[in-house]
């Protein structure tokens, strides 16, 4: 029988979920302790047969190690195990937060039970059962997004600018062209070559020696390729066209000013 208890057994987007919401409820003083993740039917019949489980659930659902979308947890206390409905409670809020399911919401509530049921939360049994799973669970940010305004406008990327190195990274293309610039880009050398008036910036993923007019400018963290798009330093990338950044780290927000 199996009824694991291991988290990086979970489906992998929920189980980078389900690490974030254990560091969470951490930092929120609730000490959990996650109690099970996947099973298999051979325990999921033994839980009917101790009565842990409804008669009618023989076979095991969104805790399946085919599905990995679902795990139990408990107060990390001896004694207090199940016996604080407020600690559940915050738990669960937290889990809802981010996107979960809390069983402690159903009409016959499940404490502590949380389960990625989809964007909208309404994944069934019955459809994990004829083998449909709900799509994977984005990875909670606690922090909020990085915001990049040029001359005050907020500009938006199909890949959100991200961290590396203490660099704001940025797509290439977007953020050539936001400012003007044409962009050629070499699938055989994976080069970006930009230019904006006089100006030619080359960008070799990988290298920390882009150039601009010819003259190499070394940088501390290389363009590089993130989901598709090729990211590089914002700051680099602005000021090798006459701009200036100014970051302000509170609000994660990236202004850039320049004369077009």
Known sequence: MLNSRDVNLLRPDVAANCKIWIDLCKAAGLNV???????DEAWQRYAVSQGWAPKSAT?????????GLAWDFCKNV???EYSDLNFFRRCGEIAKKMGFVWGGDWRTPDNPHIQWGGPKGNWSSAQ???GEFPPPMPLYRTEPDIAVLLNGAALNFNVPPQMANGRV??????IFEAMGASVNWDETTLTATAKRGNTVV???IGSALPTVNGKIVPIDQPAMIQDGRTLAPLRFVAEAFGGRVDWDGPSRTARIWMAF
């Open 202 to 204: 080359v960008m070799r």
């Open 33 to 39: 302790l996650v109690t099970s993740t996947v099973r």
């Open 128 to 130: 994990i059962l004829r």
């Open 78 to 80: 001896r004694g207090q």
């Open 59 to 67: 076979v095991p659902t969104f805790h399946s190690t085919t599905a």
């Open 169 to 174: 990274m940025v797509p290439v293309r977007a």
